[in-house]
């Protein structure tokens, strides 16, 4: 049963491009949000998708959107890169319908260098 | 959401067992608390979750007293695999999927 997997596992960007990441959810889910997380820092929720619609979304600018196609994966785009986007970018998912959402299942991210 | 205030870090050895303590003074009657646990450069992963009293897996133990106004995951004798991030959330296990995570407390074994 394979997990989460997030694709580059690695990218290196310069200021002004855009970059786009991608999401295979664990088997059996439906839902995947996409967190970012800087160094030293706790990941921060960037928005969550199901149904292949944005239902959540956090404090971050409309730079950052996403896609979720009909097999559940998912994509993160990040438009106009800035140094500040330097991050590990993380993919988690669950099921919508499950007793506990809140017990995710993480990827090992995508670690993102802007320079 | 209640707002979760953990230790910054802790430091241990091989073979003790570790307790971390998660403060959450606003914590409302349909939140859960739950703990993550992050290895460098890796995702999250879900160690533990629990309402009140006493909670156990193969894992860690989670002891909330009856306010819920804290909580302390107990990490029984540590190895040096378990250096990691540790963070506390606090939340409504049905109202939504998106998690806010705090700094986490940084826990360091040592041989």
């Known amino acids: 049963d394979a997990g989460v997997t997030q694709s580059p596992t690695h990218l290196i960007k310069t200021r002004g491009q855009q970059v786009t990441l991608r999401c295979s959810p664990k088997?059996?889910?439906?839902?995947v949000s996409w967190y970012q997380q800087a160094l030293g820092q706790g990941p921060q929720f960037i928005f969550q998708?199901?149904?292949?619609?944005?239902?959540q979304r956090g404090n971050f600018p409309d730079r950052f959107s996403g896609h979720q196609f009909p097999n559940y994966s998912s994509e993160l785009n990040v438009n106009a890169l800035l140094l500040g986007d330097s991050a590990l970018y993380l993919c988690?998912?669950?099921?919508?319908?499950?007793?506990?959402?809140?017990?995710?299942?993480f990827g090992a991210g995508t670690r993102l260098s802007v320079l | 959401l209640a707002k979760t205030t953990q230790p910054i870090s802790m430091d241990s050895y091989e073979g003790q067992e570790v307790n971390i303590t998660c403060s959450h003074n606003?914590?409302?009657?349909?939140?859960?608390i739950t703990w993550y646990q992050q290895f460098p450069s890796q995702g999250p992963r879900f160690i533990i979750q629990?309402?009140?009293t006493k909670v156990t897996n193969e894992v860690a133990s989670l002891f909330i007293p009856a306010d819920r106004k804290s909580s302390t995951l107990s990490l029984p004798r540590v190895s040096l695999s378990d250096t990691a991030v540790y963070y506390c959330?606090?939340?409504?296990?049905?109202?939504?999927?998106?998690?806010?995570f705090g700094g986490g407390t940084r826990v360091l074994v040592k041989p």
């Open positions: 988690a998912s669950t099921y919508y319908r499950g007793l506990a959402k809140n017990i995710q299942y």
């Open positions: 606003n914590i409302a009657t349909n939140d859960y």
């Open positions: 998708y199901y149904e292949e619609e944005e239902r």
């Open positions: 088997s059996g889910h439906d839902t």
């Open positions: 959330l606090v939340g409504d296990i049905a109202a939504g999927n998106k998690l806010t």
């Open positions: 629990g309402y009140k």
